[in-house]
């Protein structure tokens, strides 16, 4: 469980940056972009870290804030760094992005409901093209957890 930052609770921090980030802005389809956020969020509506992950995943991409910049506002290391992995840089392709990302189970969740949600926005061909490699090998990834908690004879 993250600490607590000074002001209030994690996950109302993260929700509160990313409104404020988002303020104003819109998608391809017209929605809030804020809306982006929560649609991401509500697909992982089971877990209080990972809810806040999700509404901050673009954030650093976007170029509203920089690492140092979240942790400056006190929201903890813990979330911090995994919205650090969930950042694409132009340093990497985006299949060594995924590859990545992989290799935190959690956060494939987040990247799956990032896609998803996305392509709920006029998705770019290019976007769809990324996303249909993209989904098998984080799909997976998921798949591989479960079946080994399936054939566990613990």
């Known amino acids: 469980m993250s600490e607590d930052p000074p002001f209030g609770d994690v996950y109302t921090l993260c929700k509160n940056t990313a409104t404020y980030a988002y303020k104003g802005k819109y998608r391809r389809n017209g929605r809030l972009a804020i809306s982006h956020m929560q649609g991401v969020v509500d697909a992982l509506a089971s877990n209080n870290d ?14 509203h804030f920089t690492i140092i910049g979240l942790l400056a506002l006190g929201i903890p290391n813990s979330i911090v760094s995994q919205v650090e992995i969930l950042t694409h840089t132009t340093l990497e392709t985006y299949e060594d992005y995924i590859l990545r990302v992989c290799q935190h189970k959690d956060l494939c969740r987040v990247k799956l409901a990032d896609m998803l949600d996305n392509l709920t926005d006029r998705p770019t061909m290019k ?5 249909k490699k993209a989904y ?4 997976s990834n998921l798949t591989e957890e479960a079946d080994e908690r399936i054939t566990s004879t613990e």
Do not use: C, F, N, T
């Open 136 to 139: 098998p090998i984080l799909l």
């Open 50 to 63: 990972l809810m806040s992950v999700a509404y901050l995943h673009d954030i650093v991409e976007d170029g």
């Open 127 to 131: 976007q769809r093209e990324k996303y």
